[in-house]
């Protein structure tokens, strides 16, 4: 068993086989339709704060693509506030109380993972919560832009959507059902250009070096 800074155990993932009577395929799509039909349909008396959200993620994420600069760095209040607004723009609220999240430097999240999540089911009995775990040593290493972080982030934060939407039956295929993909991609196209690609099941992490930006930068 290996734990986080903070002390939160991980348990190795194990794959998921599902029963003979298995529904995710039904629950999955649905929970892909909700974050479509919320995403685009935002009721008259929302659309103030929904607005507002939007603007705060979008400046959160994308800072004017200033992603050499030091005062683009990402911590802990800015990714609590990634989930709100996330959460509010996308997710219709279900993420509220059920996320998590801590930094482990343990072996495989030195080399092999970026990210993780892990799931339970509350201790209420009401529903599931989620701890999403991120690699200290590579999604802080100075050599990468902050949409590393963001983009490992975020992939987690839409695994955490379809636990709790769909339990333990999401973690087939990796967890990346074609729910997942759906989601994924709504988020992508609206923070535009290929910025995140959270479609993108492993990180390149080449794509994400600074230098590579600024040599990108300096091309265009």
């Known amino acids: 068993m290996e734990r986080t800074h903070s002390g939160n155990s991980i348990l190795s993932d194990k794959p998921y086989s599902p029963l003979p009577d298995n529904t995710l395929t039904l629950r999955d799509e649905e929970a892909a339709r909700r974050v479509s039909i919320?995403?685009?349909?935002?009721?008259?008396?929302?659309?103030?704060?929904?607005?507002?959200?939007?603007?705060?993620?979008?400046?959160?994420?994308?800072l004017d693509h200033r992603l050499d600069?030091?005062?683009?760095?990402?911590?802990?209040?800015?990714?609590?506030?990634?989930?709100?607004?996330?959460?509010?723009?996308?997710?219709?609220?279900?993420?509220?109380?059920?996320?998590?999240w801590d930094w482990s430097s343990e072996e495989r999240y030195q080399t092999e993972l970026i990210g993780t999540t892990a799931l339970r089911h509350r201790a209420d009995g009401n529903g599931i919560e989620t701890l999403i775990v991120l690699s200290e040593p590579i999604l802080k290493n100075p050599q990468y832009d902050r949409r590393l972080l963001l983009s490992a982030f975020l992939h987690e934060l839409v695994h955490c959507y379809l636990f709790i939407q769909c339990g333990f039956e999401a973690r087939i295929e990796g967890g990346h059902t074609p729910g997942f993909h759906t989601i994924a991609r709504i988020i992508d196209d609206?923070?535009?250009?290929?910025?995140?690609?959270?479609?993108?099941?492993?990180?390149?992490?080449s794509h994400f070096r600074k230098d590579r930006f600024r040599d990108d930068r300096q091309k265009s």
């Open 69 to 100: 600069v030091e005062d683009g760095e990402i911590d802990d209040k800015s990714l609590a506030g990634i989930v709100t607004t996330a959460d509010s723009v996308f997710f219709g609220g279900a993420l509220a109380g059920r996320v998590q």
């Open 190 to 205: 609206w923070v535009g250009g290929g910025y995140l690609s959270l479609c993108n099941m492993k990180a390149n992490l």
């Open 38 to 62: 919320h995403f685009r349909q935002v009721p008259s008396q929302r659309r103030s704060e929904r607005s507002k959200h939007e603007r705060i993620l979008r400046r959160l994420i994308r």
